[in-house]
Structure formats: C-alpha cells, structure tokens
C-alpha cells in the first residue's frame, strides 16, 4: 500500500527550537569548526523510513565524514512523538523503533552536528493492515490466517472485522465500494454561466446516526487527492450537513450529526459523466478509490445503470433503514422519503410502489432536454455531474441553488418523484427549478429575469412531454402598479391575452417598472413566441442553441460594471444577428425598446435604465445590417397558431 503523503517540515523547526541550546553548546566547542564540515557530513540517511500497524525496530549504518566528531550529532525528536518513536545513535548506527498503531501517523527525526549542519529522516507509520488482509480496502482476509492471528492486531474495530470475515458473518454489499471521479461542479458551471450542479454524485448506501463512531478504510489514493464524506441530515434542510475529511488508512469520526453519508472525489480533469471511451474509463480508474465503512450501517442506494430493474429496486427499497434513501439516474440523481417511495403519504397513489425505471426516465428527460435547449448537446458543453432533486423537510417552498434543487415535505411534490403517471402534468415544478440552475447570466438572466427566462426551459420540458403549453392554458393573476387586476380580466382566456393587454396593449416597459407582479409568466411570451416562430415555424432550430453559446462565449454589458438595461438591448441585438431577421418591431412591441429608469426588485434592489439615445443607436445598427423582415404579427404567434406562420 504505497503511500503518497510526506509528514511537513514545520515539526521540524518546532522541533530545533526546543533544542536550541544544543546548537550553542556545539557552535561554541573547539574541536567543532564549521567551516571544516562538507555539507555530506552524514551519508546513508534515508529520506523517510516506513512502518505498517504493528510498528517494529529498523537500524540503519551511517557514514559520517572524517572530520565529524559523532559525539557531538543530536538526535532531535519531539516529545509528543517519543511517546511513540524511539530514535538512538550509537557506533553510526542509527535505531529506530515504533509502536504499534492502527492509524497513521509520522514524525521528523533531525539529526544535528551543529546549527548549518542538519539532515532530516521522516518517520511514517502507515495504517497497513496487509499482513492481515489481501486487499487495499480491508475486506478479504489473507489465506492461512488464524484467530491467534487476528488477536495480534494492533486495534480493536479491526481484529472484530478480521473475525466477522473469517466466521463469514460480515456483509460488505454497501459497506465496501469503488468510487470513480467527478470533475468539480465548479468548473462546467463557470464555463456554461450556471449554478453548480451536483457535488453528491456518489453516494455510498451508508447512513449514521449522531454520535456514531464511524470506522472509514480508504485505500490506496492517488496524489494530490482531497477525499472526503458529507453527512446529510436533511430534516434540518438541504444545508444541514457536514464535510468531513479522510486520510489514507483507517479514519476514526464521530458522526457530528445523522443521515445519509456520501463521498467526495471531486477532479478538475475533463472527465465526462458517462465513461464510454477507453480513454474516459482509463482517466477514471486512475483516480477511483476503494472506500471501506467498517460496520456501516446500510441503507442501500438504487443506480440505474447498476441495478437496473423494478424487482431489484423493490428489494433495496424494502431493506432501507433510514427515512431517505438516493436514486441515481443518467442525468438525474433523486433524493426521497423511502415511505413515499413506497406509496405512503403520497397523493395520487396510496400502497402503490414507484415504478422507479419510469421515474428516473422522466427526471433523466427533464434535465437533458433543458440541457439540449441551451446548446450544450451541440457544443459538447454538457455538464459532468447530475441535477440533484432533493426532498427538504425545512423548505417552505421548492428552491434551486448551487448543487441541487429542492422541494419541501407533504404530499404534493412527492407526486413529482413517486408517481409517475402523473408527472407530465406535474412536472412544472421540477423543471422551473432545473430552469434556475441553467440560466446562462447574465446573457439570459439580467436584472429582472430571474423568474422569467428559466421558465423558457420549463416550457421547453412541458411540450415536449406532451402537455399543452402553460401559456395556452394558464393565465396568472397579474396586478398593476396601484395592486389592481386589468379590469377586462375575465374575458382573457391565456397569458398570450393576459400578456397582450398587460404590455403591448398598455404600452408598458417589458421590465414593468414599478410592479410587484406575481405571475411572471406574463413577461415570458415573447420569449416563447421566438421560439415558437424562429424554431418552429421557420426551421431554425439552432437559433436558442446559438444565442445561449453566444452569451456563455462572450461578455455582457453588465460584466463591465454597466446598468442591467443594457443587457436587454444586447439580446435584442443578437437575437436580430443570430436569427439574421430585423426584429425591432416585434421588440418594440414587447417593451424591449422603451425608455426606461428604475430599480428592479429581483432577489436585490438592482439599476435598470435605457435612454432614448441608447435605443436609437440600437435601432440604427441593426438597419444597417440589412436583415431580412420577418412577418409582421410575430408578436401574435401562439402554440397554437404556430403552423400558420410556416412558410
């Protein structure tokens, strides 16, 4: 079990201070002169000396330069690790002797001639349990061990397991697993201009209870890894949770808190979330580790691409100990109550279990066709980790941010993941959230917009499985600036109408200065409406692709410390240059192009303003590129009036 860290020389200078004086006496003799010792004063020191558990006595013969007086070397160890390193000098032959241990430790042995003349050997004692067991993980014992054996093992959890394993009363389903890399979510969410997607890719199956005393095995882990364990108690919310780091060998933690347990192996190499090439799963088996919990207590996980089957996830589920229990799909990594999962609590589907195949299939659908929207299918961008849908017993709402979106307790929401029969028509929920994290800012999300462009994707979803647009269907409940509802409210059949009469007919500014709307669905038809006219209708089916790849690629106004408003008239601008088509008229219609200077309440007070002046400029530049007309009621296109604008 090769070791890959070295203990840090600052012990050694805490050390040296200590013995100080050493130094003065041997500076100060008179058959000592420094400028007579060659810097090689001592051959033959190793740079460390390694020792498994159970310690033992290694001696190695030095060669000390002629003119070095071997009465005068000092051999410098600190007191804490002299309790359980012992280090002599006799005859040139240096001793060294530790005790048995089932963690890892190390220790600087500083050999001193005087204050220039220093050398120092590093002390590991690794916890290398492989005169016991045949594996880096700890869970298979060697052949011909005996009880006698196992009794000299130099730690108590680990002579019980060496026992477990040789009665064969010892599962390690769960307990024992392979975790492959994930690149740092950090990394595609800088690139695409996003939140962070998920940091909990592996789950472990392990869960624990306060207090627990957890005994974690990690084998052999590559250089310069940072492993860690999150515990997730989420009855205290999604950020209720602690990271904790692990060593190489044997790691002793009392649980800070319960719930589930999973493990971080986070990379920033291009390591694609499906490992389908040669190279990709050659990147990934160099940087996996073998993770042993050591007597965990399982509560299982269901993987899709594992286990495959509805009667497989019957068996997990019905095994679950904890009140939670992870789902991972392609996509999409799913986080619920195992008593909804079995049909308890859950609206439209009493006593009936999951149909767990159907489900991940949804969420997996859900969240690459948000991801095929936005380019990311076309410009490879794709991102390396799931979208984490995550039950919070103390949300009082959904809510998406960095690393997950979540959905509060009840029956409600539970129809979303537990029932799939009715997803279609449910699923607008999950895909607002998923919207959230895939805003391209501030191409897509200026001030404003925040509640407005995720729900392009969310519509996106809900079309393409079926269900009948929102904005065919729903009409909001919108307010005006003195909190009254437009007075011919009732005659309206859709947002198409609500929006109409709201902006177009009233001649209102697209940002609604001044307006404390709560169905923000309102400003979100002409968004569709490019859609429906530039994608649909005329076959440009790369135009979203293109304008979000634009924005991802290049700055915004607002990136150079300007005003939100200017953002607006910049995606006025590209759409025009991307779609190749003069669309002022439809813009101006839609409020894109009015005059406008206020502060937007949009999650924080931010600047919004466009001049006359600035509006004008736009409108010129884009006359003079010479784009052709499009028709000229596109701001009158519906889903359902979509095919008669094809040419």
């Given at each position: 079990?090769?070791?890959?860290?070295?203990?840090?020389?600052?012990?050694?200078w805490?050390s040296?201070?200590s013995?100080?004086?050493i130094?003065?006496i041997?500076g100060c003799?008179?058959?000592n002169?420094?400028?007579?010792?060659?810097?090689?004063?001592?051959?033959?020191?190793?740079e460390?000396?390694e020792?498994?558990v159970n310690?033992?006595a290694?001696?190695?013969?030095?060669?000390?330069?002629e003119?070095?007086?071997?009465?005068?070397?000092?051999c410098?160890?600190?007191?804490e690790?002299?309790?359980w390193?012992?280090?002599?000098l006799?005859?040139n032959?240096l001793s060294v002797?530790?005790s048995?241990?089932?963690f890892?430790?190390s220790?600087?042995?500083?050999?001193?001639?005087d204050?220039?003349h220093?050398?120092?050997?590093?002390?590991?004692?690794?916890?290398?349990y492989?005169?016991?067991?045949?594996?880096?993980s700890?869970s298979a014992l060697?052949?011909?061990?005996?009880?006698?054996?196992?009794?000299?093992?130099p730690?108590e959890k680990?002579?019980?397991?060496?026992?477990?394993?040789?009665?064969?009363?010892?599962?390690m389903e769960?307990?024992?697993?392979n975790?492959?890399p994930y690149q740092?979510?950090?990394?595609m969410s800088?690139?695409n201009?996003?939140?962070h997607?998920s940091?909990?890719d592996?789950?472990t199956?392990?869960?624990?209870?306060k207090?627990?005393?957890?005994f974690?095995y990690l084998?052999n882990?590559?250089?310069g890894a940072?492993?860690?364990?999150?515990?997730q108690?989420?009855?205290?919310g999604?950020n209720?949770?602690?990271?904790?780091a692990?060593?190489?060998?044997?790691n002793?933690i009392?649980a800070p808190?319960g719930?589930?347990?999973?493990?971080?192996n986070?990379v920033?190499d291009?390591?694609?979330?499906?490992?389908?090439?040669e190279?990709?799963?050659k990147?990934?088996?160099a940087?996996?580790?073998k993770?042993?919990?050591i007597?965990?207590?399982?509560n299982?996980?269901f993987d899709?691409e594992?286990?495959?089957?509805?009667?497989?996830?019957e068996?997990i589920l019905?095994?679950?100990?904890?009140?939670?229990i992870?789902?991972?799909?392609?996509?999409?990594h799913?986080?619920?109550n195992?008593?909804q999962?079995?049909?308890?609590d859950?609206q439209?589907n009493?006593g009936?279990i999951?149909?767990?195949?159907?489900?991940?299939?949804?969420?997996?659908?859900?969240?690459?066709?948000q991801?095929e929207?936005i380019?990311?299918?076309?410009?490879?961008?794709?991102f390396?980790?799931?979208?984490?849908f995550?039950?919070?017993?103390?949300a009082k709402s959904p809510?998406?941010?960095?690393?997950?979106?979540v959905y509060?307790?009840?029956?409600?929401y539970?129809?979303?993941?537990c029932?799939p029969?009715?997803?279609?028509e449910?699923l607008w929920g999950?895909?607002h959230e998923?919207?959230?994290c895939n805003?391209?800012?501030p191409?897509?999300k200026w001030?404003?917009?925040?509640e407005v462009?995720?729900?392009?994707?969310a519509l996106?979803?809900?079309t393409?499985?079926g269900?009948p647009s929102k904005l065919q269907?729903?009409?909001?409940?919108?307010?005006d600036?003195?909190?009254?509802?437009?007075p011919?409210?009732k005659?309206?059949?859709n947002f198409y109408?609500v929006?109409?009469?709201?902006i177009?007919?009233?001649?209102r500014?697209?940002?609604l200065?001044s307006?404390g709307?709560?169905?923000?669905?309102t400003?979100?038809?002409p968004?569709?409406?490019l859609?429906l006219?530039?994608?649909d209708a005329?076959?440009?089916v790369?135009?979203?692709?293109?304008?979000?790849?634009?924005?991802?690629?290049?700055?915004?106004?607002?990136?150079?410390?300007?005003?939100?408003?200017?953002d607006?008239l910049?995606?006025?601008?590209?759409v025009?240059?991307?779609s190749k088509?003069?669309?002022l008229?439809?813009f101006?219609?839609?409020?894109f192009?009015?005059?406008v200077?206020?502060?937007?309440?949009d999650?924080g007070?931010?600047?919004?303003a466009?001049?006359?002046?600035?509006?004008n400029?736009?409108?010129?530049?884009?006359e003079?590129a010479?784009?052709?007309?499009?028709a000229p009621?596109?701001?009158?296109i519906?889903?359902e009036?979509?095919?008669?604008f094809k040419k």
């Amino acid at each position: 079990m090769k070791n890959t860290r070295k203990v840090t020389p600052t012990v050694v200078w805490c050390s040296l201070l200590s013995f100080l004086c050493i130094f003065l006496i041997i500076g100060c003799s008179d058959d000592n002169k420094t400028s007579e010792i060659p810097s090689d004063w001592v051959l033959d020191l190793p740079e460390s000396v390694e020792f498994d558990v159970n310690g033992g006595a290694k001696t190695f013969s030095l060669t000390l330069n002629e003119s070095v007086n071997s009465g005068n070397i000092a051999c410098i160890l600190s007191e804490e690790n002299r309790l359980w390193c012992d280090v002599k000098l006799e005859n040139n032959t240096l001793s060294v002797t530790v005790s048995p241990s089932g963690f890892s430790r190390s220790a600087a042995i500083t050999l001193a001639y005087d204050k220039d003349h220093k050398n120092v050997m590093y002390v590991n004692q690794k916890s290398d349990y492989s005169a016991y067991f045949t594996d880096e993980s700890c869970s298979a014992l060697k052949s011909g061990i005996t009880e006698a054996d196992i009794a000299k093992i130099p730690y108590e959890k680990m002579r019980e397991l060496a026992l477990a394993l040789k009665k064969g009363e010892y599962e390690m389903e769960y307990r024992v697993g392979n975790y492959r890399p994930y690149q740092d979510p950090r990394i595609m969410s800088a690139i695409n201009k996003t939140n962070h997607y998920s940091l909990r890719d592996n789950p472990t199956g392990i869960y624990a209870e306060k207090g627990d005393e957890l005994f974690i095995y990690l084998g052999n882990v590559y250089e310069g890894a940072k492993i860690s364990i999150i515990i997730q108690d989420l009855n205290g919310g999604y950020n209720n949770f602690q990271t904790l780091a692990l060593n190489e060998g044997l790691n002793r933690i009392i649980a800070p808190i319960g719930g589930l347990i999973y493990l971080l192996n986070n990379v920033e190499d291009d390591i694609p979330l499906f490992l389908e090439t040669e190279a990709a799963k050659k990147a990934a088996a160099a940087k996996t580790v073998k993770a042993h919990f050591i007597f965990g207590k399982v509560n299982g996980y269901f993987d899709i691409e594992v286990h495959k089957t509805q009667a497989k996830w019957e068996e997990i589920l019905g095994n679950a100990k904890y009140q939670d229990i992870d789902v991972l799909g392609r996509y999409s990594h799913i986080t619920w109550n195992v008593e909804q999962f079995k049909g308890n609590d859950v609206q439209s589907n009493q006593g009936v279990i999951t149909d767990i195949v159907r489900t991940i299939d949804n969420c997996d659908r859900l969240v690459y066709q948000q991801q095929e929207f936005i380019g990311l299918v076309k410009y490879n961008k794709m991102f390396k980790n799931r979208m984490h849908f995550c039950l919070d017993y103390a949300a009082k709402s959904p809510n998406a941010s960095d690393y997950r979106t979540v959905y509060s307790a009840g029956t409600s929401y539970a129809e979303i993941f537990c029932n799939p029969d009715r997803f279609g028509e449910r699923l607008w929920g999950a895909a607002h959230e998923v919207g959230h994290c895939n805003q391209t800012r501030p191409g897509m999300k200026w001030a404003g917009m925040t509640e407005v462009t995720n729900n392009l994707t969310a519509l996106h979803v809900q079309t393409s499985f079926g269900q009948p647009s929102k904005l065919q269907v729903d009409k909001g409940d919108p307010y005006d600036e003195n909190g009254k509802g437009l007075p011919n409210y009732k005659e309206l059949k859709n947002f198409y109408e609500v929006s109409t009469a709201y902006i177009i007919d009233a001649e209102r500014a697209h940002c609604l200065p001044s307006i404390g709307i709560n169905s923000r669905e309102t400003q979100l038809v002409p968004f569709w409406q490019l859609k429906l006219y530039l994608v649909d209708a005329l076959g440009q089916v790369d135009f979203y692709h293109d304008l979000y790849e634009y924005f991802r690629n290049n700055p915004s106004p607002s990136d150079e410390g300007k005003n939100a408003g200017l953002d607006q008239l910049d995606f006025v601008r590209q759409v025009c240059r991307i779609s190749k088509l003069n669309m002022l008229d439809f813009f101006e219609k839609w409020g894109f192009l009015r005059p406008v200077n206020t502060t937007l309440n949009d999650y924080g007070n931010k600047i919004f303003a466009i001049t006359q002046n600035q509006i004008n400029a736009l409108k010129e530049e884009i006359e003079k590129a010479g784009y052709a007309m499009p028709a000229p009621n596109v701001h009158e296109i519906t889903d359902e009036t979509c095919e008669s604008f094809k040419k």
